[in-house]
Structures are given as structure tokens and as C-alpha cells.
């Protein structure tokens, strides 16, 4: 069993930015395999980013180059640096890790 708890999203103008984390407990192996979504409203649950077997980021094209996915192994925590947010990434963003998922933490960018 996995258990993973989002924090820090909120409401923030555009071109602002926030600081996702994800905290990790149960059985988990690496914390690479832990991962980010989105949701928007009316909209299907997207991937944001992640990592590769071998631990390098990657993103999904909308937000290359402005946020950033780190780690920390000792803690089990991933973060999400989101930088120069726009309004479209507004959603409810989910902590994903094998087939468990987090209870989502809601980012607003306001325009």
C-alpha cells in the first residue's frame, strides 16, 4: 500500500508560481516512479511530468521550461517548481505513483 499526500497549490495571477510537493509513504521503491497529473475542468486527467528509469525529468510539452520536477530519495518527496503560470494550467494537480494517486491539490491561475 501507497499512500500520497499532495500540498502547496492555491491561487495565484499569471505569471506567478508555486511549489508542489508530494510526500510518499508505504511500500515505495523509488521515488522515480512517482509522477504528476493534471485535471482540468471538464477536461481528462492529463500527465505533467515525471521521470525516466534512469532519473532524468521529463514534461509534457505545454510546460517545458517552466516548471521543474525534483526529488528528494531520503524523504520520499517529489516537487513541482511551477514557474510563469498561465490561466490554461489551472486544475486539480494529482501525486501519482504505481496505481495509487494522491487526493489532488487544486491550483487557480487568475488572469
Known amino acids: 500500500q501507497v499512500q500520497l499526500v499532495e500540498s502547496g497549490g492555491g491561487l495565484v495571477q499569471a505569471g506567478g508560481s508555486l511549489t508542489l510537493s508530494c510526500a510518499a509513504s508505504g511500500r515505495i521503491f523509488s521515488v522515480n516512479q512517482m509522477d504528476w497529473y493534471r485535471q482540468a475542468p471538464g477536461k481528462q486527467r492529463e500527465w505533467v511530468s515525471g521521470f525516466t528509469k534512469d532519473g532524468a525529468a521529463m514534461y509534457t510539452d505545454s510546460v517545458k521550461g517552466r516548471f521543474t520536477i525534483s526529488r528528494d530519495n531520503a524523504k520520499n518527496t517529489v516537487n513541482l517548481q511551477m514557474n510563469s503560470l498561465k490561466s490554461e494550467d489551472t486544475a486539480v494537480y494529482y501525486c501519482?505513483?504505481?496505481?495509487?494517486w494522491g487526493q489532488g491539490t487544486q491550483v487557480t491561475v487568475s488572469s
Open positions: 501519482h505513483a504505481y496505481s495509487f
